[in-house]
């Protein structure tokens, strides 16, 4: 399993913009998948935006589609999610994740095929 390291997340207000980053602690490490969830104060994760890199496939929440992208950082296997447009429904804390098996690529937002989860960052959206 890989070890995840965030950065990024704080606060903005409405219509702002936040950039999250997530790596691999060990850089020989390549995650079949990778992506951001989201967690509201009792409730589940939720997917926002994953990638399967081999095929460059992507899968984005619903909510977010037009405002958030995700793509590969500067290094190999780093994840970048570019939050434009932010709402305060946006607001939770996000998780990084990484998937090792390939049934990923089906399923990129569901988080029970993720093997590794980051610590999570805050993300706070005010009006």
């Known amino acids: 399993q890989a070890h995840l390291v965030e950065s990024g997340g704080g606060s903005v207000q409405t219509g702002g913009s936040l950039r999250l980053s997530c790596a691999p602690s060990?850089?020989?490490?390549?995650?079949?998948?990778m992506g951001w969830f989201r967690q509201y104060p009792g409730k589940e994760r939720e997917g926002v935006a994953a990638a399967f890199p081999r095929s460059g496939s992507t899968d984005y929440h619903d909510s977010v589609k037009g405002r958030f992208s995700i793509t590969q950082g500067n290094t190999e296997n780093t994840l970048v999610l570019q939050m434009n447009s932010l709402k305060p429904e946006d607001s939770a804390m996000y998780f990084c994740?990484?998937?090792?098996?390939?049934?990923?690529?089906?399923?990129?937002?569901?988080?029970?095929?993720?093997?590794?989860w980051g610590q999570g960052t805050q993300v706070t959206v005010s009006s």
């Open positions: 994740a990484a998937a090792d098996a390939w049934a990923c690529r089906h399923h990129l937002l569901t988080a029970n095929y993720y093997d590794s």
């Open positions: 060990e850089s020989t490490l390549s995650p079949a998948c």
